[in-house]
């Protein structure tokens, strides 16, 4: 049974004759808990009153967890719980810095969705970032909720309002380019030949699979032309395919962080895809490109297919500053250098193309040509939602369509560039590194 006690005010270090009044209840577990700081006796008892009333129906949370400031939950408790890969926690730190300056240090019962939804539309950031912030909060308040240090996540379900031109203090930035283009087939020919059959191939295999960046990055040559064997029509069907392994699959490139989110310096490694269930896959290879691939490894000497030179992993802003970003907005003449002969200038063919468009362009493809949806699915590396996903499977007449297709845009394409073959012969040597 909760009880009252008066606590005396101290003054000079001697109790006056000012009190206020201080709850002691009983916790679930038998311990007495106390709450201080009541004007009344009656308020006191009525707040213990309550506390022992939730204990009884299951439901009781600690006040003084829901107490502790968010920045000291985040830290302490759920990112040292909810670890994930190394690119994930760098991109959580990431929206922390622009959650922490207003809410690090509020109580989590203090956090409102009224307050969260009028802030994030001050951020000065891009639209997408601001919808990170609030859903990262949102999953960190469940997480609250789950331990227990919270009764419910004011944030779950909730629609934020956008950002308008008149929301004050706000940087509207214009939606990223590359998140609209796709480049014709002509185009990825013309900058793969441009950049020669080491690099260049790189940009073609990601179009014609959809490859990830980090998935082309880290492929290695014993997952590259293995064989697809499935029964149909009597006998089999076989083509040849890209795995993207299960637990190396993706070449990860980020920030390692300290436990307080500080920077420990950059990280390159091999890790596991990030969605363990539709991104470790096997991707189907159209003819021409096996062919290229296969006379690409008879040529290559380092383990991973598309790695530099050297042997080395390629960084993402590195290839993309090196090697793709002046094949396809051109260039000025180079001289020539020690280490370097001169180069010609290059003409723009597609200025602003990545490999995150090239991986757009595959998708496209698939849908140009009428890939069935759960073939497309699989071998975008997507994880399909709804029912369907159960039921509907890819089926070796999907996988032929599908390829005969893509051979198709390859050809087409080919044949309006008025080439027969790709960097000038078959055997692929690599002049061009």
Known sequence: MAY??????IKNGRPTKQFSWKCKYKRPDGTWGTESGFDTKKAALDYGAEQEAAARRGNWIDPKLQRQPFGTFVKAVWMPAKAKRGTTMDR????????FPRWEHVSLNAITWFDVDAWQQTLTVDDVTRGHCVSLMST??????????????????????????T?????????????????????????GHRMGPATGLHVITTAWTGLGWGEGAALHRDNTLLTRRQQHDGGWFECPVIRVHPEVGTLAEYTARGPEGQKLGGVLQLEPPKNDEARPRDIDVPPFLAQLLQLHLDDWPHPYVFCTPSGKFWRRGNFSRAQLKP???????LPMVKGHPARPAWAPIMPGLTMRALRHTHDTYQDQIGVKTSLAYEQ????????????????????????????ELFERAMRNLGWTTLWGRVDLVKRYL
């Open 167 to 191: 929301t004050p203090a706000l940087v509207v930035r214009a939606k990223k380019t590359s998140e609209e283009k796709w480049a014709p087939p002509e185009t990825v020919l013309r900058i």
């Open 380 to 407: 975008a590396g997507h994880l399909r939602p709804g029912i369907k996903r159960v039921y509907q499977h890819p089926t070796p007449a999907m996988r032929i369509e599908r390829l005969e297709g893509l051979q």
């Open 4 to 9: 009252a006690e008066k606590v005396f005010k």
């Open 327 to 333: 094949a396809a907005g051109g260039r000025d003449r």
């Open 92 to 99: 959580r730190w990431n929206n922390l810095a622009h959650i």
């Open 140 to 165: 960190i308040l469940t997480g609250a909720v789950d331990a227990q240090h919270l009764l419910v996540n004011p944030l779950f379900g909730r629609k934020r309002t956008r950002a308008t031109a």
